[in-house]
């Protein structure tokens, strides 16, 4: 039966190749385009991790996290022909999401038999949207991969916190944090409930430290340059374009033209660039559209509460006012209304008042929803949690067939 197994996972691994090839050929990105082409185009061009520019000059980046820009960069500093640069990146993406595939597998195997992993890791590596995202330029790939990374390693970390998975979790919870700053919650949400179940202080501490050590360097420059600790700070941007009078479920696109967006901002946001070139000015502009968030959901606050349970919702099922291409596509629709449904089941089986993984994964799953709604909700998103769904729905088929 092992050895049936093993060449299971070989299969499954084959014929993802070939899916994600045959994505690649059918739906590759072309150019790289909104804010990563213009983050890679001023790291080659001044050396310089920067999205704006203020009257012809461009100010420092705090807006966007910088591991994905750097990732991109690191690969055309090798591959500088814009169509070799292009197949390199999608061609490193599907290798990273055979390796996600792989560790889909081997985190099942702390909650099932080896039986029912080989079908979870099927559904994972065949769901459409996952095949689709390697084409991308996008970093919805390499964040899964660092998910499924994070995940590994914590449920090792669950029996035993030693060296070798306390340097792989802390390593991979930096680079999350670096590839996505509300990661910062998520890590320490997952370090508490660690510590509450191992009640093993100092080795708890650690690994906070050694997570903080990985973006040490990335946070000195942002005090540096901006006088605050912190990867990121688009949390105004974000809640404004989630939350204002004209927004949908996925937000209204503002990147490049929040003043047409949100005329209520025009006149400051023309005061801040009549200043000329600041080094706080990703900072500044912020703090303004987070004020004018915060006003507009004071002025509406039924509004609001009634669009985080619609956001909350779309997450896990379908946005009915979407606009992207391709959206109510079955391929994309079915799969991610089944999986949610599953879900949901498996939450019910599974759940027992104990700290134990099956609990983690359940806080996991809505701690993550429960942020983004906070914000906008894109189709990718929901990407990010398909292995917390495929463990979840795997326990209605356990309940089915104990012995399976």
């Not at 084409?135 to 660092?146: D, N, Y």
């Not at 997952?190 to 997570?211: C, D, E, H, M, R």
């Not at 005090?223 to 009078?245: A, D, E, Q, R």
Request: net charge positive.
């Amino acid at each position: 039966m092992s050895y049936l197994l093993k060449h299971n996972l070989l299969f499954i691994l084959i014929i993802s190749f070939f899916a994600r090839i045959f994505g690649i050929l059918m739906f590759r990105d072309l150019e790289v385009d909104h804010e990563w082409g213009i983050l890679l185009s001023n790291l080659e061009l001044f050396g310089v991790l920067s999205v704006h520019t203020v009257q012809g000059e461009i100010v420092p980046n705090i807006f966007m996290p910088p591991l994905y820009p750097l990732f991109l960069y690191l690969i055309k500093i090798f591959f500088n022909n814009i169509d070799t640069f292009l197949w390199t990146v999608q061609f490193t993406q599907l290798f990273l999401s055979l390796i996600t595939i792989f560790l889909t597998y081997r985190i099942l195997l702390n909650f099932f038999s080896k039986n029912l992993c080989i079908i979870g890791t099927l559904v994972f590596a065949l769901f459409p949207l996952n095949i689709y995202a390697v084409s991308q330029i996008s970093s919805i790939t390499l964040q899964v991969f660092l998910l499924n990374v994070f995940l590994y390693s914590y449920f090792k970390l669950f029996k035993n916190i030693n060296f070798k998975y306390t340097m792989v979790f802390s390593l991979a919870s930096g680079l999350l944090m670096l590839l996505r700053g509300e990661y910062f919650i998520f890590v320490i949400l997952s370090l508490f409930y660690l510590y509450f179940k191992k009640k093993q202080f100092i080795k708890i501490i650690t690994i906070a430290l050694i997570s903080l050590i990985v973006v040490s360097p990335y946070l000195y420059r942002n005090y540096n340059i901006f006088g605050v600790i912190t990867i990121t700070k688009s949390s105004g941007y974000n809640l404004l374009k989630g939350n204002h009078p004209r927004t949908k479920v996925e937000g209204v696109g503002m990147f490049g033209k929040i003043e047409k967006v949100i005329p209520e901002v025009k006149q400051k946001l023309l005061e801040l660039k009549s200043k000329g070139p600041q080094e706080k000015y990703d900072l500044l502009q912020d703090q303004i559209l987070m004020e004018q968030a915060i006003v507009f959901i004071k002025d509406e606050p039924l509004r609001y509460v009634t669009l985080y349970f619609k956001k909350f919702m779309s997450f896990l099922f379908i946005d009915l006012n979407a606009s992207y291409n391709n959206y109510y596509s079955p391929m994309h629709i079915i799969p991610k209304i089944i999986i949610a449904i599953t879900s949901f089941v498996g939450i019910i089986l599974s759940f027992k008042l104990k700290l134990s993984k099956t609990n983690y994964i359940i806080l996991f799953y809505f701690s993550n929803i429960g942020l983004f709604s906070f914000f906008f909700i894109l189709p990718r998103y929901s990407l990010s949690l398909l292995t917390i769904q495929i463990i979840l729905s795997l326990f209605i088929l356990k309940k089915i067939k104990p012995n399976f």
